[in-house]
């Protein structure tokens, strides 16, 4: 397997506040990892410095092998923007508020980026984009609006949309937090799916019976560290950190 992203003493502040310290960690090709940990321990501040949303401190992001980042005395130095292009077609992001464009239809809000940013014929993306939408279960929502869709269809049609890029790996950021508990079912259904074929992916989850099920490895983050990692059924069900026993505590309690 070959190492697919990996990411090396990560520093990120705000201001004063700082996010991420000194924070390292890998995802190899055909990995499920999940990011667990209270609200405020950094882990969306990773997702988006791993996707390029944020710009880190200081540090290295690489992807493939390929630098987006390399550290230079102590501050994070981003290759050219020819290279960071190549490097964002390789990953999809999955957003928790859906961040569809409310003015085009589900089939365009798929097809636009591959048309826009990959420059592909239309006919092919059509091709594809009309396949995912059937794989989601959306097929005959293809003429529909956003405001038409319940959430947890828009986060089905924002799947197909980070899908429709052809990516090698896909960023979860809370994917169920705007959702119900029917509606969350139905999105860690598609998740689940992905797994099986052996999509890389990173997430971002409160779920832990999912992040327990689909996960190859779990992290969980507090205070802009990794507190602990391993095994998801070790780190979940048998935690050794205080720090990790109690959110888990918190989480049973709630």
Aim: hydrophobic share 40%.
């Amino acid at each position: 397997m070959s190492r697919l992203l990996e990411i090396n003493h990560c520093r990120k502040n705000f201001g004063a506040n700082e996010v991420l310290k000194d924070l390292s960690l890998s995802v190899e090709e055909g990995q499920v990892l999940s990011i667990i940990g209270p609200s405020g321990s950094g882990k969306s501040t990773l997702l988006r410095c791993a996707t390029l949303l944020e710009t880190m401190d200081g540090g290295d992001l690489m992807y493939l092998g390929s630098y987006a980042a390399r550290d230079q005395d102590g501050k994070a130095v981003y290759a050219p923007p020819a290279q960071l292009q190549k490097i964002r077609n390789m990953f999809g992001l999955v957003f928790q508020n859906f961040n569809l464009f409310p003015h085009y239809s589900v089939l365009k809000n798929v097809m636009e980026a591959p048309m826009l940013v990959q420059k592909r014929k239309e006919a092919e993306v059509r091709e594809e984009a009309e396949a995912l939408l059937k794989q989601m279960g959306l097929s005959e929502k293809a003429n529909a609006y956003p405001c038409e869709l319940s959430g947890g269809q828009q986060q089905r049609v924002s799947i197909a949309r980070a899908l429709a890029m052809n990516p090698r790996i896909l960023f979860f950021d809370e994917p169920t937090s705007a959702l119900d508990p029917e509606l969350t079912g139905e999105i860690l259904r598609v998740i689940r799916k992905l797994a099986e074929k052996k999509m890389t992916m990173v997430i971002v989850t409160h779920e832990m019976a999912f992040a327990r099920d689909v996960s190859d490895w779990v992290v969980f983050m507090n205070g802009g560290v990794i507190v602990e990692q391993g095994d998801p059924r070790e780190v979940i069900d048998h935690p050794a950190q205080e720090r990790t026993i109690q959110f888990l505590r918190r989480l049973q309690e709630k």
